[in-house]
């Protein structure tokens, strides 16, 4: 059996998403508050990565902060901007050596959790170092903001 995911006429397609990162997604990019037609579809088979997720998000265009967030939890995932039912751009994510006001600290201690300063890691191979606390996150224990 195949399963088909209707074409949408602009917008945003999510591909390549870790299959189990996919409601993550959903919860970060608040796509339950969207007014427009949202298809999803996880554990689909995937020649890459055995298993992936997809997101189409009609009558929306993704901001680059919202990929910057994206990329930490699906760094393989590519976004293809749709018009007039064609892609008219596709894009790998990357990760930025960077990251800003995306991740939580987990120290407790660190400045960016009792005070209204924005967050800041450094990207260090798996690992996310604070640049205030220098506390390492590992890349499967982030929490975003």
Known sequence: MELQ???IENGTVIDH???????????????NK???????AFNLESKKQGKKGIIKIDGRI??????????????M???NIIKNYKVVEKKMVE???IINDVIKCHNQKCVTNFEKVPTKFYKEGKKYRCA????SIKKNNIILK
């Open 5 to 7: 995911i209707n074409a």
């Open 17 to 31: 998403i870790d299959s189990e990162k996919t409601l993550e997604i959903m919860n970060l990019l608040e796509l």
């Open 34 to 40: 969207e007014q427009g037609t949202i298809m999803v």
């Open 62 to 75: 993704l901001k680059d902060e919202e990929i910057e967030k994206i990329s930490i939890l699906a760094p």
């Open 77 to 79: 995932a590519s976004i």
């Open 95 to 97: 990760i930025p050596d």
């Open 132 to 135: 205030y606390c220098e506390t």
